[in-house]
């Protein structure tokens, strides 16, 4: 029987889904930046809720508009498990960024990149090159030095201490959303993702919405307002890049999450920006661009 074989995907086809994540990185840079204030003024509940309301409030009408139709039954189990997974990610999220620098938050974030790199290899079938183990060790040793400086000239108290294993926590559900992220992208278009994302998350935090619930100022509901438009765009950025390319291209896109939040921080909470930012950055980016220029395997049909 004849073989066909599909042409390889190039790496200019990478580029564009390699771009579209980098921008839905920064997009999501900035929402942490302005949940960070949020949180601080109403709490990390009410930051939380509200925010994933409005951003739902946004997300569904422009899924309707598009022609939105109710998803089968197995598609349906995959939103509602993500939506169920990010809820909670984000609270132990939100809640760390109260008690550490923005930066430093996310440096620790990221190993959750490297944890989903092999949860791919198990739930994905994705083949682990030496280029996606370089990426992910490089990114990984970017924030070892990162964390060096901060860590280092900073005194760790009992508040420091919950953030940095609120932020693990986080971390772990976090590898498990790129998974969700990745079979979610492949069976369902970025809007859909979007509106039931959000809306699994509001059913999952309303429970808790008759004890923790307080309502904001107007400024924090500002910020609040900025936050979830942040979040739709980040989402529907991630997800279109996550369904044009492998999870292991993308996921060394996250440790530019760090650059941005330097910057957020710098702006937003006057947090300086120490030499071990700059080294860090550097390992950063080079695991990022050795991510980029991998070219996925040919698929070869019988």
């Known amino acids: 029987m004849q073989?066909?074989?599909?042409?390889?995907?190039?790496?200019?086809?990478?580029?564009?889904?390699?771009?579209?994540?980098?921008?839905?990185?920064?997009?999501?840079?900035?929402?942490?930046?302005?949940?960070?204030?949020?949180?601080?003024?109403a709490g990390v509940y009410t930051a939380a809720f509200l925010r994933v309301a409005f951003a739902s409030l946004i997300a569904v009408p422009l899924w309707l508009a598009a022609g939105g139709r109710w998803p089968h039954?197995?598609?349906?189990?995959?939103?509602?498990?993500?939506?169920?997974?990010?809820?909670?990610?984000?609270?132990?999220?939100?809640?760390a960024l109260t008690r550490l620098p923005i930066a430093e938050t996310i440096a620790i974030s990221f190993v959750a990149p490297i944890v989903a790199l092999y949860l791919a290899r198990v739930f994905l079938g994705e083949a682990i090159t030496r280029h996606a183990v370089a990426a992910a060790l490089l990114g990984l040793a970017g924030t070892f030095v990162i964390?060096?400086?901060?860590?280092?000239?900073?005194?760790?108290?009992?508040?420091?201490?919950?953030?940095?294993?609120?932020?693990?926590?986080?971390?772990?559900?976090?590898?498990?959303?790129?998974?969700?992220?990745?079979?979610?992208?492949?069976?369902?278009?970025?809007?859909?993702?979007?509106?039931?994302?959000?809306?699994?998350?509001?059913?999952?935090?309303?429970?808790?919405?008759?004890?923790?619930?307080?309502?904001?100022?107007?400024?924090?509901?500002?910020?609040?307002?900025?936050?979830?438009?942040?979040?739709?765009?980040?989402?529907?950025?991630?997800?279109?890049?996550?369904?044009?390319?492998?999870?292991?291209?993308?996921v060394p896109m996250e440790y530019s999450g760090f650059l941005w939040a330097a910057l957020f921080g710098w702006l937003f909470f006057a947090e300086r920006v120490e030499w071990q930012v700059v080294a860090g950055a550097v390992l950063i980016v080079a695991g990022c661009l050795i991510a980029a220029r991998r070219k996925p395997p040919e698929i070869t049909a019988v």
């Open 3 to 41: 073989q066909l074989r599909h042409a390889p995907q190039t790496e200019t086809a990478v580029i564009g889904p390699v771009l579209m994540a980098l921008l839905g990185v920064g997009l999501l840079a900035l929402m942490d930046a302005l949940m960070k204030g949020a949180s601080l003024a």
């Open 73 to 95: 039954t197995p598609v349906l189990k995959l939103h509602a498990l993500r939506g169920v997974v990010s809820a909670f990610m984000a609270l132990t999220f939100f809640f």
């Open 147 to 250: 964390l060096s400086g901060r860590l280092g000239s900073a005194q760790i108290d009992a508040r420091a201490w919950a953030g940095i294993a609120s932020i693990l926590v986080s971390a772990m559900l976090y590898a498990v959303n790129f998974i969700l992220i990745r079979r979610q992208s492949l069976a369902a278009k970025p809007l859909e993702i979007a509106a039931f994302h959000g809306v699994v998350q509001v059913l999952v935090l309303a429970l808790a919405a008759p004890l923790l619930l307080r309502w904001p100022h107007s400024e924090t509901l500002a910020a609040l307002g900025g936050s979830a438009a942040l979040t739709v765009g980040g989402a529907l950025a991630i997800a279109w890049a996550y369904a044009r390319a492998e999870t292991q291209v993308l």
